[in-house]
């Protein structure tokens, strides 16, 4: 009997001692193991060690069978993939915690490489799952509609399976979380998950559900992505979608966005370009839509927010993409015309240049043309117009003061119209996605309405049975909506987070530190759940896990940039409040935090910019724009140009409507506010002067509220690497694919995963999950008594294991805490293979007892309908003839003297068959005649038996030279022989010669 009052293997000949590992968890191939046998390790927990040498047989958990590896692949030196194999030994497994021998970068390399040239992008590493970017489809719009042509992956369905069975039988909220640099596919990935969510509960892609979501998301896919120096389809907006899952059916939906890098719609960085959008608009409009947007004579080329960047565009696709944008643009119920002259607007404005003028007011470079353009899409007069873009009011010290503002300034101004108008246009766009509302039935219809319209719903309706009493069938009514109202409200969602990936671009710039925030924020997730949990847990609850893993935390640059106050976001907004520079704060963060390790400075020493050592790679920042793209205002002058009685354009209108209601609601207007240029929840005004929150703060709120969001779900992670850094089709390069390796610590979550305890359990939550696996009779079924059925479940578990994991290389152990039961991957994985098979027996037997039994209660039906269908088949009469017509009569018949005369009176010979008529020299084919030789293709083979030496093949053209002396044959002449083939094997060329008119 060993600790805990587990029983241990009577056997003395079984050795006690593991397999020789690496990492407490590989053996080397070669070893000699024994049969399974269960043993102590230290701080109470057991190990079943087992493996075989000459039997290398993994299990395989996505398909709950165990498998043997594939041949030895090879394993080329300049990364492409060539057929055939790849050199260096390596086996091809599914989880690489079944990777035999040592664990090194260079194993998980080799593996995901060779399952790279396998065309398996997704390998796992116990639960969570690796996915490799292979840029076959570059170019792709990455939106629902386009994945409709794409190969369902297994990996990513049983993810989605494991999300709907976890939610629907616990009711915990589900989050799937995809990381990844720039470039690694996690937009495209987060599109078959959702497509494939819908196909498990949202009722497939014909539903009206997945034809509003789809359209919504080609919309947002034009508006929010871009071509970067690293990503022709880069997402510049993140997205958290919430799908509610009620009873297995999809009940609503929501779309979350994280709209940040404004800046890119009036200046691209070098070698990048603006939002797609606009290249597409400028392709696919028509001359009559290009005359009323004003956009007769532009281009690309001559218009300033585009002309700065990439030019280059492929006028074809952006015209076909720009019709599907337009049609969805229809399903979702946005006017076309109001989106696009916004957007007209925003590419017009560019072209507004101010210049220093003779007097006070500043003048326009190339006259007020374009000006008068944007007023006229805008709805508003040229002349209020101006007056917004080059004047600003003061209050100082309760006066209102107007000034003119210098070009400088009124270019400014100009710009931050540009980015208010775009942004407040995606946001109006989202709001109108999530308010598509179709409730009634839970099966594939979309209701998008937040948790707070349901929350009122379920107010309206106690409202209403509160008044109508509780008698008759409206308070019973009343009360099931009610019930429904607040049932729906509390139930758990299934989320997918595609947040913005790691970048590196150069210069980076402050929307790019946000960036980098969120993917550090996004990794410190990842490393909290997976590593830090598990390493605490086991040092609360008194385990002590053999394998050490040393994985790097980055709460140290998470800290450094957003600490409270001395972190760099909270710096940068104490400069902007004081009125500072880019060098004063440059400096003040120096001093600051000098001696921080993750703070350095660039080679060049300029002023203005300075380096993080991230998780991913060293980026330098440069801080020119810091100040005025965090301070993101726009001022009162401008907006209330936009106000309805002045504005007869009521969508722009719209887009300023809650400023426009905070600004109109005293007097005098305008009088010297400021508002934020991208849309935010934050109305009130500070001092009277400047909007509560920056643009940094306000990123930083939504980005809290996500994670408290995250903290209260079951967490689901996928894991995105790049192949390569030039988006070409089918190359690994190992130098990008391991530096990424090592950033997301692959190998330290393998090391975890294959050897230590990642997984934990409370102990009456593993008995109600597991207990089938013990007779009915032998548990005690008490809660006093929970822990000795655990000890049960396991002393079972380990006596299956010598029959089911003979040949396993993942070390299956256990432990026993204070509140949990503590299990290794391999130990999970052993366990719900063995509960999927008790299962499946179950469902079998049970099949068969209530198939007999339906069977054995039919029979006596069954077996008198089979005596009279055995009766009727005896005592059937012989049909009868018809009636009023009578047999013929025997002496009616003649007699054969009689056939005789009558063949030599014309000439016939019973002996002999007539003779066949003759060929005629022709084949009548419609009103034609053709004639011989004819060229026709064979439409089978002939002879089909294939006994003649020369077979006539289908496909093949042969010659026809004639009508066979066989009947229903041609005589075909095929390399110097001639043979009698039947007519119905052939069949005439469309490009025969013409015959004769008959």
Known sequence: MGPSGLVLSSDPSVDTNPCPSSHH???????????????????????????DSHSPVAWDPQHEQQVTPPPVLLYPEDGSCVK?????????????????????????????????????????????????????????????????????????????????????????????????????????????????????????????????????????????????RSNSESSRIGHFIEVQVTDGALYRTKIHCYFLDQTRVVRALPDEKNYHIFYQMLAGLTQEERAKLHLEGHSV?????????????????????????????GVLGIPFLDVVRVLAAVLLLGNVTFIEGQGLEVDIQGGSHEL????????????????????????????????????????????????????RT??????????????????GTLSSDSNESVHHQAEVASQHASTVGTAGSKASKSMSVLNNAVKHATDGFIGILDMFGFEDPKPSHLEHLCINLCAETMQHF???????????????????????????????????????????????????????TPESYIQKVKVQHKGNARLFEPKANHVRSFGIHHFASRVIYDASDFLDTNRDIISDDLVCVFHKHSCNFGFATHLFGSELKALFSQDPVPRGVSFRISPTSHTDLQNGDEPVSTLTQDFHTRLDNLLRTLVHAKPHFIRCLRSNCSEKPALFDRATVIKQIRALQVLETVNLMAGGYPHRMRFKTF??????????????????????????????????????????????????????????????????????????????????VWRGWHFRRRWPTLKRNLELRARSRTVRPRPQPIAGTPPPDVMDRCDQKTI???????????????????????????????????????????????????????????????????????????????????????????????????
């Open 526 to 580: 990842y490393n909290t759940h997976i590593f830090k949990s598990s390493i605490e847990s086991c040092r609360e609850e008194g385990i002590t896990c053999e394998v050490e893993v040393d994985y790097v935390d980055n709460v140290p640059c998470i800290d450094l940039i957003s600490s409270l106050r001395t972190g760099l976001l909270s710096m940068l907004d104490v400069e902007g409040s004081v009125r500072g």
């Open 372 to 423: 008068k353009s944007v007023a006229a899409l805008l709805g508003v007069s040229s002349a209020a117009l101006y007056r917004g873009l080059t004047t600003r009011t003061h209050n100082v010290r309760g006066q209102l003061v107007k000034s003119m503002c210098d070009a400088n300034m009124s270019n400014m101004t100009r710009d931050a119209l540009a980015k208010a108008l775009y942004c």
């Open 84 to 228: 055939g194999g790849m050199t260096g030994g390596v086996q091809e497994v599914e989880d690489l915690i079944h990777l035999a021998g040592p664990l090194t970068e260079d194993a998980v390399l080799k593996t995901l490489h060779a399952r790279f040239c396998s065309s398996h992008y997704f390998t796992n590493v116990g639960p969570i799952l690796l996915s490799v970017n292979p840029y076959h489809e570059v170019g792709n719009a990455l939106t629902l509609t386009s994945t409709r042509a794409a190969v369902q992956s297994p990996h990513l369905l049983r993810v989605v399976h494991e999300a709907v069975r976890q939610q629907s039988e616990t009711g915990y909220p589900q989050a799937i979380i995809l990381s990844g640099a720039s470039g690694s596919g996690k937009t495209y990935t987060s599109m078959l998950l959702l497509r494939q969510l819908f196909d498990v509960a949202g009722g497939g892609p014909e539903t009206d559900a997945f034809k509003h979501l789809a359209a919504a998301f080609t919309v947002l896919r034009s508006l929010g992505s871009a071509k970067t």
């Open 301 to 329: 080329r001559t218009l300033r927010y585009l002309s700065e960047g990439d030019v280059r565009q492929d006028e074809t696709e952006d015209a076909r993409r720009f019709e599907s944008w337009k049609a969805c643009l």
């Open 900 to 998: 005789q005369q009558t063949c030599s009176l014309f000439g016939l010979d019973l002996e002999r068959p007539p003779p066949v008529p003759p060929s005629r020299s022709y084949t009548i084919t419609g009103n034609h005649k053709m004639g011989y030789p004819q060229t026709r293709v064979m439409k089978r083979n002939f002879p089909e038996e294939g006994g003649s030496e020369t077979v006539l093949l289908k496909g093949e053209s042969v010659v026809v030279v004639g009508a066979s002396p066989r009947r229903g044959h041609l005589l075909v002449d095929y390399q110097g022989h001639s043979f009698h083939v039947p007519f119905q094997y052939m069949e005439l060329k469309p490009s025969a010669q013409p015959g004769v008119n008959i």
């Open 767 to 848: 008995n109600m999950r597991y207990r089938l696996l013990v007779p009915f009779k032998k548990l005690r079924r008490v809660e006093d008594k929970t822990v000795d059925d655990c000890k049960l479940i396991l002393e079972y578990f380990v006596r299956s294991l010598e029959d089911v994991n003979k040949s396993s290389t993942v070390a299956i152990q256990w432990a026993l805490g204070k509140r949990h039961i503590f299990l290794s991957e391999g130990a999970r994985q052993q366990l719900e293979m063995l509960r999927i098979e008790m299962r499946h027996r179950a469902a079998t037997l049970l099949q068969a």
């Open 426 to 443: 995606v946001a109006t766009i989202v709001r109108r996605a999530n308010s598509l509302k179709r409730l009634g039935s839970t099966s």
């Open 25 to 51: 968890a590989h053996p080397h191939v070669g070893s000699e193991c024994k049969p399974p046998l269960l043993e102590q390790v230290e701080g109470g927990g057991h190990r079943a060690a087992v493996c």
